[in-house]
């Protein structure tokens, strides 16, 4: 059983707000990309489990727009890092959504440690003149924690970036003990994504460098499935999907040139691909 994941990242935003969103207003556009791509998951749900993460103002459309015969998961781009407890926290969280809030939308999946979102975290700490990796992998623990409490199953992401290269093992490393520490690993994925790789533009690892780093993630993670995500394509979807230790891919954009975006048909080519039916 393959894994095929897509982060909508904000494909939302419109064109006329510099964002690359032409195929919806954004009223509609939860219910319109769920209605263009769920025949494809449903098409290819017996070879892979597939769920989309949605940025959260589209959760309610997308759990809306599913089916009830439909295999497929949707998932949301991150939650906050503590929750709603009976005699406890009620839900005085203002700005910051929860897993509890969000199971309760209908979502399953959840997106943990983006480089986008490590990238914020960090972020933060820089306002106060404070570089400091663990702390970020602290909070994010705290996050899959509660994800985990809360009954949603976790993609969790890790990455390193072009400079950290040299020392890919520290980074992974510490992203894994310390962002996993203590967690039944029974519901959890890791994405590997090199930042490298990400968005337009950007070189692809060949097929050793992902598997050193996919074999060191099972040897850390007893064996969690890992996904590669960075740069899929439909042009390199059949040499990814044939490493041996990656279980799944992770699509973000799905064309890289020209009008960039997600695109319901470039989604479709590349599961194909990926899957093995359009060889
Ligand atoms: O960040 C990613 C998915 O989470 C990868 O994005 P791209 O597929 O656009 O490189």
Not at 129 to 155: F, H, M, P, Q, Y
Not at 164 to 187: H, K, P
Not at 191 to 200: M, R, S
Not at 204 to 229: E, H, L, M, N, Q
């Amino acid at each position: 059983m393959k894994y095929i994941f897509a982060n909508l990242k904000r494909f939302d935003i419109p064109k006329e707000m510099d964002g690359i969103n032409t195929l919806a207003p954004v009223s509609l556009w939860g219910s319109y990309l769920t209605g263009q791509i769920r025949e494809t998951m449903n098409q290819y749900s017996a070879q892979a489990e597939f769920a989309v993460f949605y940025p959260e103002a589209y959760l309610l459309q997308a759990a809306d727009a599913k089916a009830a015969e439909d295999g497929w998961k949707v998932g949301v781009q991150g939650i906050y890092r503590e929750d709603t407890e009976k005699g406890g926290n009620f839900g005085a969280f203002t700005t910051n959504r929860t897993a509890k809030s969000v199971k309760s939308m209908g979502c399953e999946y959840v997106l943990i440690g983006h480089c986008e979102e490590r990238m914020d975290k960090a972020g933060v700490l820089a306002h106060a003149g404070i570089t400091d990796s663990e702390a970020v992998n602290r909070i994010l623990n705290e996050e899959v924690v509660c994800a985990v409490k809360a009954g949603l199953s976790v993609l969790y992401c890790v990455g390193e970036t072009e400079a950290e290269q040299n020392r890919w093992q520290d980074v992974i490393g510490e992203q894994l003990d310390v962002g996993l520490n203590g967690v039944d690993l029974s519901g959890i994925s890791v994405a590997y994504e090199p930042l490298w790789a990400i968005g337009p533009g950007k070189p692809v690892p060949d097929s050793d460098y992902i598997t050193k780093i996919a074999s060191f993630i099972k040897s850390r993670t007893d064996g969690c499935p890992v996904i590669y995500g960075g740069g899929l394509k439909e042009e390199n979807a059949r040499m990814l999907a044939e490493i041996p230790c990656v279980d799944g891919g992770l699509i973000g954009l799905t064309k890289f040139s020209g009008d960039i975006g997600f695109y319901p048909d470039g989604f479709a080519s590349i599961v194909e691909k990926y899957l093995g039916e359009g060889k």
